[in-house]
């Protein structure tokens, strides 16, 4: 099963408001990152956030963490058409045995409506 | 430019036929991953590799192999392709496995036929 999950699959809303996904994790983590694709394109890294942090701006982006819930919210504040796409968080499966690999969820796509 | 780069772009293949996705960086990183994207199940970690000379399984490995001779190759191998294998496949690097940011290539989409 997938390590992140995100929630919801599809967002739609009105250029100028602000858009919120959430994606949630079952493993304990040293990272979580979130990612942005365009349409037909690979994934563009927007942020990272470490496990002792607990929120994270980026331009209009802003990340939360909250490990107890094993939980993280993307906020993309004053949404623009070319914010349309589709958003991924990722989190790193930290293993007994030191293997790492980076595990991705299901992903949101984002509408933005003009 | 530096960057990562997969090819082909696109192929279509025969059942039954063998084919290798070619994915290069050049940015030195240590940590590599193959991944598919189908619609309604997003990405999916098939092969990684954390350092040159290792790899490891993802969540959906068969059907596929991977080598790492060196730290700027990482292809990988359908032996015997099957339509279920139809993808768009993309290849991403990392400076250290999972910790780091991931840099993806532009995606190969193969249709098995």
């Known amino acids: 099963s997938q390590q992140g999950e995100e929630d919801p699959q599809a967002l739609s809303i009105q250029e100028g408001e602000n858009a919120t996904m959430n994606c949630s994790y079952k493993t304990s983590i040293n990272n979580l990152q979130w990612y942005r694709q365009n349409s037909g394109r690979g994934l563009v890294h927007l942020i990272l956030i470490r496990s002792n942090e607990r929120e994270k701006h980026s331009g209009r982006l802003r990340v939360t963490l909250d490990t107890s819930k094993k939980s993280s919210s993307l906020l993309i504040t004053a949404s623009r058409a070319a914010d349309t796409a589709s958003y991924f968080c990722a989190t790193d499966q930290n293993r007994v045995q030191g293997a790492q690999k980076l595990v991705f969820g299901q992903g949101t796509r984002l509408t933005i409506n003009p | 430019i530096a960057g990562i780069t997969q090819a082909p772009t696109s192929q279509i293949l025969a059942a039954g036929r063998r084919m290798t996705l070619r994915c290069t960086q050049d940015?030195?990183?240590?940590?590599m991953y193959w991944y598919r994207q189908d619609l309604g199940l997003g990405l999916r970690l098939i092969h990684y590799s954390n350092t040159a000379g290792t790899t490891g399984k993802g969540e959906v490995p068969d059907g596929y192999s991977v080598s790492r001779a060196n730290t700027d190759d990482f292809p990988l191998t359908l032996a015997s392709a099957v339509p279920s294998q139809t993808s768009v496949y993309f290849c991403a690097s990392s400076v250290n496995p999972g910790v780091t940011e991931a840099f993806f290539g532009q995606g190969t989409r193969l249709t098995v036929v």
């Open positions: 940015m030195r990183h240590n940590a």
